[in-house]
């Protein structure tokens, strides 16, 4: 096949959900893709936020091999024990807060969220649910009611009932909104598809404080943020945060469908047989592929490069700022989560357009943004690559604005 067969193939026959890049993506090595004539493109999207380790790491296919050789779907599923779910756990228990007692697993963001917020009603024998503006937490429609952006919500009511929300970053708001019928608050510690927004750093430990008050739960939802991408394995466990319910996926498996969610012993507690489950939940080729990723990640202190990386984007990208204050509104973000905010939804997507005829993949984020979202393990010749591809892009459209 051609790129223009496929463009043909999948936009004749293909739901049209996305707004497609006219790119079609063979292959992937490391932080760079080719497409089907074999031009090369640097990768600062990550796969969204997924391929933590590049693409076709050797980790990652090693995994694969040697599980998908032995079995990768096990006979009655999740009712038989698995070698590889077990050391997945072990490995997830070391890096995990000690609160968090029970682990269990899924095939997606979405469905973390979904049981978190299935358990959390069950614990607290609530209904409610604080979720913030500007929020993601998923597509079906229950982590969709949860969502605080219009353009998730609007086309799909009616929503599921008892969500509220309010203010990110605002604690007099959560303060407001809390009652005795809130079972409880889900939040992003950083919001990533709402435009890479940081709160204040006492914000999450005081909304914790404030559920705990209420006799509500928090749940983390570190889909985005966890392993490693802020630098930290998790941002709640770098703040000292204690969440009854974290929510995980992403970068967990650096590109396999898979997700997970641990609970506290309040919520294990309520546990009983039959009350959550799924064909594919920790079924061992997820496992054996997740387990691959996370030690990468420990062993090669990917948190370290993770640091450094992202304080040289940001030196590199505030000179970007001060050259060009007419086009960028501002630069914010952590980790390898940054965004570079246009102001303006016409010229991000210029830029991220203009981006890709020069060889660099980007993602545009609510509207305005470009997120600078690589692998987790890119190197300061490669980040500065695409670096100074962005740069060029916005002198060359600064000129002709
Ligand atoms: C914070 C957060 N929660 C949940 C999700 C949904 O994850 P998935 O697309 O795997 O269902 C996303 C996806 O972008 C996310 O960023």
């Known amino acids: 096949m051609s790129s223009i067969?496929?463009?043909?193939?999948?936009?004749?026959?293909?739901?049209?959900?996305?707004?497609?890049?006219?790119?079609?993506?063979?292959?992937?090595?490391?932080?760079?893709?080719?497409?089907?004539?074999?031009?090369?493109?640097l990768d600062f999207t990550g796969g969204w936020g997924v391929t933590s380790l590049g693409h076709a790491h050797p980790v990652i296919l090693d995994a694969l091999l040697e599980q998908g050789k032995k079995i990768i779907q096990n006979p009655n599923s999740g009712l038989t024990y698995s070698p590889a779910r077990a050391k997945l756990l072990t490995?997830?228990?070391?890096?995990?807060?000690?609160?968090?007692?029970k682990i269990f697993f899924t095939n997606s963001?979405?469905?973390?969220?979904?049981?978190?917020?299935?358990?959390?009603?069950?614990?607290?024998?609530?209904?409610?649910?604080?979720?913030a503006h500007g929020s993601f937490h998923g597509r079906t429609i229950s982590t969709a009611s949860a969502t605080g952006q219009s353009?998730?919500?609007?086309?799909?009511?009616?929503?599921?009932?008892?969500?509220?929300f309010v203010e990110f970053n605002h604690l007099a708001a959560i303060e407001r909104a809390m009652d005795g019928s809130v079972a409880a608050v889900i939040l992003e510690p950083v919001q990533g598809e709402g435009g890479v927004r940081v709160p204040a750093k006492n914000y999450l430990k005081e909304v914790e404080k404030l559920c705990?008050?209420?006799?509500?739960?928090?749940?983390?939802?570190?889909?985005?943020?966890?392993?490693?991408?802020?630098?930290?394995?998790?941002?709640?466990?770098?703040?000292?945060?204690?969440?009854?319910?974290?929510?995980?996926?992403?970068?967990?498996?650096?590109?396999?469908?898979?997700?997970?969610?641990?609970?506290?012993?309040?919520?294990?507690?309520?546990?009983?047989?039959?009350?959550?489950?799924?064909t594919y939940c920790g079924n061992p080729l997820g496992c054996a592929v997740s387990y691959a990723v996370i030690q990468y990640l420990i062993k090669n202190r990917i948190s370290e490069n993770v640091l450094k990386m992202s304080k040289l984007a940001l030196q590199h990208l505030s000179k970007t700022k001060n050259k060009y204050p007419d086009m960028i509104l501002e630069i914010r973000g952590k980790g390898l989560l940054l965004l570079i905010d246009f102001g303006s939804e016409p010229m991000a997507t210029q830029v991220k357009n203009t981006c890709l005829t020069n060889g660099?993949?980007?993602?545009?984020?609510?509207?305005?943004g470009i997120r600078v979202f690589p692998a987790l393990t890119i190197e300061e010749q490669e980040l500065e690559e695409g670096l100074a591809i962005l740069d060029q892009v916005i002198a060359m459209i600064s000129k002709c604005s």
Do not use: W
């Open 212 to 278: 705990h008050k209420n006799g509500s739960l928090l749940i983390a939802d570190e889909i985005q943020t966890g392993f490693c991408r802020m630098g930290p394995m998790f941002v709640t466990a770098s703040l000292g945060v204690k969440a009854d319910i974290l929510t995980l996926a992403k970068g967990i498996a650096g590109g396999f469908p898979f997700g997970a969610f641990a609970v506290s012993k309040r919520v294990a507690e309520k546990i009983e047989i039959g009350d959550h489950g799924g």
């Open 360 to 368: 660099l993949m980007v993602t545009q984020t609510n509207g305005t």
């Open 109 to 131: 963001g979405a469905e973390s969220n979904d049981a978190a917020i299935k358990l959390a009603r069950k614990t607290t024998g609530r209904t409610d649910v604080i979720s």
């Open 91 to 101: 490995v997830l228990r070391e890096i995990l807060p000690d609160h968090l007692t």
């Open 5 to 41: 067969e496929t463009f043909k193939t999948e936009d004749s026959l293909m739901a049209p959900f996305f707004n497609k890049q006219k790119i079609s993506i063979e292959r992937g090595e490391g932080v760079y893709v080719f497409d089907e004539e074999g031009n090369r493109y």
């Open 151 to 164: 353009k998730h919500r609007d086309k799909f009511h009616p929503l599921m009932p008892n969500y509220r």
